[in-house]
């Protein structure tokens, strides 16, 4: 299983910007749980957003009402739709899944934003 993270890049706050992440290899996307974290430098890498299979969502309260996660299964993609970005949203963004028995977890090689003040 692959995840390649694309779409970052630098912005200024208020501004928008969209991250997606595509998905080949051996994985029923449709029947997956994928996520997006971020890690800002110093901190610890934490989780952002999360879509289930279903096409539930869940976000953390720092990017609640201003992130949204969405998928296309037919193109085996997850993107990450982020408004009003903010200076404190500056970080790598990186996808993940797990997938398989047992379950191995999948790491995209993570994708830049940068928000200017």
């Known amino acids: 299983v692959q995840l390649q993270a694309s779409g970052g890049g630098l912005v200024q706050a208020g501004e928008s910007l969209t991250v997606s992440c595509a998905a080949s290899?051996?994985?029923?996307?449709?029947?997956?749980?994928v996520n997006w974290y971020r890690q800002a430098p110093g901190k610890q890498r934490e989780l952002v957003a999360t879509?289930?299979?279903?096409?539930?969502?869940n976000y953390a309260n720092s990017v609640l009402g201003r992130f949204t996660i969405s998928r296309d299964n037919v193109k085996r993609m997850v993107s990450l739709q982020m408004n009003s970005l903010r200076p404190e949203d500056t970080a790598v963004y990186y996808c993940?899944?797990?997938?398989?028995?047992?379950?191995?977890?999948?790491w995209g090689r993570g994708t830049q934003v940068t928000v200017s003040s």
């Open positions: 993940n899944t797990r997938w398989g028995l047992p379950q191995v977890a999948y």
């Open positions: 290899g051996r994985i029923v996307f449709a029947a997956s749980t």
């Open positions: 879509i289930t299979s279903n096409g539930a969502t």
